[in-house]
């Protein structure tokens, strides 16, 4: 069966960083748009990044916009988001998800069928 594992959460204070990882198994990460979300304590799931199956075009929430970066390896099957200047609001259960689709589009929720158990980002003020 497919399964998306994600790692690198951890804390950090407000101003560093963190690389997230995720890995998957019986899905290639080549062929599919694969997106990274997260969802904060009493929030709903939000997009943070996206990256189209070709790459290296991404899209990103406006909240991240030039302190995250997506990527990834396709000879590791493996997605990435570089996370720099964190910011006590960026605290929130990170998930990687793979989707249907070739390209991000809007990465709604919905456009994604496989999801990890997610990984728990805090930052400290």
């Known amino acids: 069966q497919v399964q998306v594992v994600e790692s690198g959460g951890g804390l950090v204070q407000a101003g560093g960083s963190l690389r997230l990882s995720c890995t998957a198994s019986r899905l290639n990460v080549a062929d599919r748009a694969m997106a990274w979300f997260r969802q904060g304590p009493g929030k709903e799931r939000e997009g943070v990044s996206c990256?189209?199956?070709?790459?290296?075009?991404?899209n990103y929430a406006d909240s991240v916009k030039g302190r995250f970066t997506i990527s990834k390896d396709n000879a590791k099957n493996t997605l990435y988001l570089q996370m720099n200047g964190l910011k006590p609001e960026d605290t929130a259960m990170y998930y990687c998800?793979?989707?249907?689709?070739?390209?991000?589009?809007?990465?709604?929720?919905?456009?994604?069928?496989?999801w990890g158990q997610g990984t728990q980002v805090t930052v400290s003020s």
């Open positions: 990256l189209n199956y070709i790459g290296p075009a991404a």
């Open positions: 998800a793979a989707s249907r689709w070739q390209m991000c589009g809007q990465f709604r929720v919905s456009d994604f069928d496989y």
